[in-house]
């Protein structure tokens, strides 16, 4: 089966935003073997939008449209995909009450007149409910293909896709389930990763994909079958020959990151953490801060950006920072036993480094990164040099130290 | 003029990229006043490049084609483009030279074989420099047609743009000059700030464009001349009525943003900051180290997330947390001066509030922020109800901050 996507929406023709669901759909639908052979963006303009639709209608089997599905004149989506098949327009009394004034309901406000053109059917459409929104989907069949009509906003187009969308693909092709799992990687390089899963690579089902991005390495496995049940065992041999081979770099699985993850397990050991950090200035906290719950492990940071900042808060002496520079192994470690001293935290984690663009030498260079882990008996620093400007090394070092905490609750 | 944008590259179609160049090129074409009517994804297909390009030259004056320049097999936009247009393909021994080598020698290597694919000259194409990469552009003229091949990574893509493509369309309309300045402004919304200018954005020379992110606000004022300065002074009297009815919400221009606006405040003023942070838990600080140079400004800061933190470390007293709570505005008092004092910086920034999910109450809701900034002498705390969910009020509790920030220091 071929499928094209097509936004609809002269914002996204003037820059004003991303057509930010090409890539979610795209990802979604090659995980269940759809082949997407175009992604293609027009404007709020009903000829331009018939003539797209005539066109695509000759290459693909399916269509998914996305936006122009408001109340406005310029919401013109149902009325190109009436237009370009050939399909009546026709105002769904019904449809209005189940699908469009519930939500106007729940905010305690009356749907304007206009609010009816989000019930009008095209030719025997079937609306796909939008619990988040004014404007239902519609799954349209004409001409022998399948047309998906779905709302803009990604807070509304995403779940309708997954509840409403994807499951109706997945019987169109004959499978009555397809399944996904993703493996989460770190320190491993995207073509050494893949090189040792080559032969998994090129299985067809289940399939695995790689994906990489800052330094983390993603594997999504997905396999298609009659029940979900089996097609989870057709997941598992693969999964664990993978786990075999690239084991000790999987840190998490589907939804995990570092910070959530790193989160989990210190809440699972009962310990709490503080950070002092340096060239990361609060970026390394404020990743596990964005995780929901995270004050039940994290005490707080000292950011000690200058070193009297790190002798008066975190006791780091005068001596030794003279002695080695502020950059060295004996103030990562004296950063992350200060901290934890200072918050009474169990573990203390630092990071100092050059994060550039300035202030690199020959013998520490840009990118040179110190990274302490201590619970108060044992102290670990691990040294980095990290490539990319100024911004990917300060990334690169936090997620480096989160997985050093996720490395440290492991052992305990 | 009407223009469209092809983007070549099986991994956009997989969902393992985004098209990230759609926005900035439909950004710019749109402020030098080009209508662009379509973007297209495609394949590294030349069979799809190829009817894809012939149905782009029935329907728009200029093709910008993105990607498909490398030096292996899967790079077609080359034979895609002689395809479509029949024009012949020629290896280009001085091109080779001048564009492809320098590059390699550059890094002290040697091109391979491959890489004379990049030399290939499609009809009378004419090479565009690429110092960043080893893929020169093309800027081909066929069927009436302008067509321009830009290689894939942004990092080529858009300084070739600005400096190959955007002047010879500049050239095209019949002007000589097209000039661009940026308003930012913040603390008001979109719709507001656009009621407010309305007569000036039904502007044709200038153009006034809006953009609205995560609560701050853009407007790009446009104008086309004969010459730089002609166009310049299109913009000045339209920028001084701008800023006359909403200057006290302007921070910045052009790449300015929130941060280093701040920085360059501080280090003018000669003045040192401190943060202390509760749920923006280092976000703040890490928005202001993100900016080179913060070293001239800022000493530190104390994320204190647990209440002992801010007791240890900021010397908020027990009692002052146990009556009014740590999400008050006594509290963000005490915090802002508590780090000023801890650091030894001359200005102290406070941030408390609640990020949720959890962690609500009906008098103190989640979203419901204080934020307290002295100098030592006088303290200023300001409340705001932020909406949104935990990374949004993160993100527009540091926002705000640095906004307080700026405005701080214009006083002084």
């Avoid at 041999?237 to 840190?251: I, S």
């Avoid at 570092?258 to 390394?284: D, I």
């Avoid at 002496?317 to 103030?331: I, K, P, R, T, Y």
């Amino acid at each position: 089966m071929r499928a094209e996507l097509i936004a609809v929406g002269t914002e996204i023709l003037l820059g004003q935003i991303d057509n930010s669901h090409a890539k979610f759909l795209s990802q979604d639908l090659a995980a269940i073997g759809i082949s997407v052979f175009y992604h293609t963006a027009v404007g709020d303009n009903a000829e331009r939008l018939i003539a797209l639709l005539k066109e695509a209608a000759k290459r693909s089997d399916v269509i998914l449209l996305t936006g122009g599905l408001g109340p406005t004149e310029d919401d013109l989506t149902r009325e190109g995909v009436a237009g370009a098949f050939d399909l009546p327009l026709t105002f769904d009394e019904e449809a209005f009450v189940a699908h469009v004034t519930p939500y106007f309901e729940r905010l305690g406000r009356t749907p304007t007149e206009n609010n009816k053109k989000q019930a009008w059917r095209v030719g025997t459409g079937i609306f796909l409910p939008n619990p988040r929104g004014t404007a239902p989907g519609q799954y349209v069949q004409a001409a022998g293909k399948h047309i998906f009509l779905l709302p803009g906003p990604p807070l509304e187009m995403r779940p309708m896709y997954m509840e409403s969308v994807r499951p109706r693909l997945v019987n169109l092709m004959g499978e009555s389930a397809i399944v996904s799992r993703v493996l989460r990687l770190y320190g491993i390089g995207e073509s050494s990763a893949e090189l040792e899963v080559k032969d998994l690579m090129a299985g067809v089902n289940p399939t695995v994909a790689p994906l990489a991005s800052e330094g983390e390495m993603v594997f999504r496995i997905t396999a298609s079958a009659q029940t979900a049940e089996l097609a989870h065992r057709l997941i598992d041999p693969v999964q664990a020959e993978m786990e075999r081979r690239l084991g000790k770099y999987v840190y998490g699985y589907d939804d995990d990151h570092l910070a959530s993850v790193a989160l989990a397990r210190l809440v699972e050991n009962k310990k709490t953490v503080s950070f002092a950090e340096s060239c990361t200035g609060g970026l390394l906290t404020s990743l596990l801060v964005d995780c929901a719950g995270s004050s039940r492990a994290l005490r707080g940071s000292v950011v000690a950006y200058d070193n009297a900042v790190k002798m008066e808060l975190l006791q780091v002496s005068n001596e030794m920072l003279q002695a080695h520079g502020a950059v060295s192994e004996e103030v990562a470690a004296a950063m992350a036993e200060g901290v934890r001293l200072a918050t009474g935290s169990d573990v203390g984690v630092s990071v100092t480094g050059i994060a550039g663009p300035d202030g690199g030498t020959k013998e520490k260079p840009v990118g040179l990164v110190y990274i302490g882990v201590t619970d108060g008996k044992t102290t670990n620093v691990t040294r980095r040099l990290i490539s990319g400007d100024r911004t990917q090394v300060r990334i690169r070092a936090a997620k480096h130290a989160l997985f050093l905490v996720i490395q440290a609750m492991k052992k305990e």
